[in-house]
């Protein structure tokens, strides 16, 4: 590492926080339909909690209404989280997986005009998380 790097702030990752109106739902669907494990809970009951999978983690934090009005978050197509893939084969994988297991699409797998392969699942709070590879 170079004394320059040394001076520098390394970020490590991101942790998207989404917000659900039913946690307990919320992580059964992350778990048992995005193949992700729980890291932990917190709140007796839960309200807030780290879902993980593989380098991927999300954040699930319980609110008592909706955090977006109406329609806008499909209409404008707000994602809550974007998660990156190393291939276009491990896209396909995933898609695949997530069509087997009845995930609720907002996009299915598409081949972006600069070449990503894009996938966008739809949580039940409406969270919109991207999953995108390159074209290869």
Not at 27 to 56: C, E, H, M, N
Request: aromatic content about 12%; hydrophobic content about 45%.
């Amino acid at each position: 590492m170079s004394a320059e790097t040394e001076k520098q702030s390394l970020l490590s990752g991101a942790e998207p926080v989404l917000y659900v109106t039913d946690f307990p739902a919320a992580l059964a669907f992350y778990t048992q339909k995005l193949g992700f494990a729980v890291d932990f809970t917190y709140g007796d009951p839960p309200f807030y909690g780290v879902v993980q999978r593989d380098r991927a983690r999300l954040c699930l934090r319980l609110v008592e209404e909706p955090v977006f009005a109406g329609d806008v978050r499909e209409r404008e197509e707000l994602l809550s989280a974007s998660i990156t893939l190393d291939s276009a084969a491990a896209i396909e994988r995933l898609f695949l997986d997530y069509q087997a297991a009845g995930v609720p699409f907002h996009l299915t797998l598409t081949t972006q005009p600069w070449g990503a392969r894009n996938v966008i699942v739809r949580d039940p709070d409406g969270n919109l998380i991207l999953f995108a590879a390159p074209g290869d």
